[in-house]
């Protein structure tokens, strides 16, 4: 299973100009395990922002959608420079601010 969902994960990556990828599936199965997998075998870097009960988030993501201020505040939120070319972005729990999951048609 593991391979298979890295494969996966490579495909996706490997793709110009891909969109954000949103992982479904029952909880505890690991899909957060597998995103910081992830992140440490192909990124640079891991901005991981866990959104349950995040009222900092909530606020961020309340305003608009003006990705260059959401970007500011996530590199605040986790301390990591994010940069496209080398940072996985991983939302945990994105489900609990609805604006924060809307928000992802606009990164690319």
Do not use: C
């Not at 479904?24 to 075998?41: D, Y």
């Not at 959401?70 to 080398?86: N, P, V």
Request: glycine share 8%; net charge positive; charged share 30%.
């Amino acid at each position: 299973m593991e391979r298979h969902a890295m494969h996966y994960l490579d495909t996706w990556r490997s793709r110009r100009g891909h969109l954000p990828l949103v992982l479904r599936g029952a909880r505890q199965v690991g899909k957060t395990w597998l995103m910081r997998e992830f992140g440490k075998l192909r990124y640079a870097k891991t901005a991981y922002v866990n959104f349950e009960g995040n009222e900092r988030m909530q606020q961020l993501f309340g305003m608009d959608y003006n990705i260059p201020r959401i970007l500011a505040g996530l590199r605040i939120e986790t301390g990591i420079d994010i940069r496209a070319e080398d940072t996985l972005l991983v939302f945990d729990e994105v489900q609990e601010v609805p604006r924060a999951l809307t928000s992802l048609k606009y990164f690319q």
